[in-house]
């Protein structure tokens, strides 16, 4: 009976454990994706740097590998969303560099 109860307390744990895990994700996953769009697209567009240069230097490994960008050089704009196991949350940020910059005068 002592071995049931305690099984089903390391389950209990586990569960819980799994919950908090979960819940960290869903709601930081949208600050990581802001950071990252805001950070390339700062790069790109303010500093004039390559879009694949700022990605390489400028963001880690779990960054690159959680995350994942693209540019859109006629809006001024990057989108971030998550990938591979954590794509569950469908997190998604876009940053406008349009409203912050003018555009450039030729």
Known sequence: MAKKIIGLGVIAV???????GYKFIRFTGPV???????HLCAGVFVAKRDFEEVQQTDLDSTQQSVFSSVIDYQNRS???TMNGPFSFSKTAA????DHLIPPPVD
């Open 94 to 97: 876009s940053f406008h560099l």
């Open 78 to 80: 990057v989108t971030t």
């Open 32 to 38: 990581g994706a802001g950071f990252v769009a805001g």
């Open 14 to 20: 586990i569960l819980f454990v799994l919950a908090i």
